[in-house]
């Protein structure tokens, strides 16, 4: 059985590692919330590397999904806005 990684080791795994299209799954043992990330594509903006990734979360009941746009940014992963990027 595969082991189910908590969010953080979750999106690091999608950041550095996964391929396009690769999911990870995660989940809170205590509380049994849980979700995944996928990530979606790797470009480049204004010369960063950046990657676009889409999570899914639920807890209590409730679900959402968003997409999100990350850069490299100092050698840290930033969230960035749409106006930040050049696509």
């Not at 043992?29 to 960063?48: A, D, Q, W, Y």
């Not at 590397?49 to 979360?57: D, I, Y």
């Not at 100092?74 to 960035?80: A, F, H, Y």
């Amino acid at each position: 059985r595969p082991r189910i990684l908590d969010v953080s080791d979750s999106a690091r795994k999608v950041l550095y590692s996964a391929a396009e299209n690769e999911t990870v799954k995660w989940q809170n043992p205590k509380n049994r919330h849980g979700g995944e990330i996928t990530l979606l594509r790797n470009f480049e903006s204004n010369g960063r590397a950046c990657k676009e990734v889409k999570v899914f979360n639920q807890a209590q009941g409730r679900k959402a999904t968003n997409n999100f746009d990350l850069c490299q940014v100092d050698g840290k992963w930033r969230l960035l806005g749409s106006s930040q990027l050049k696509k």
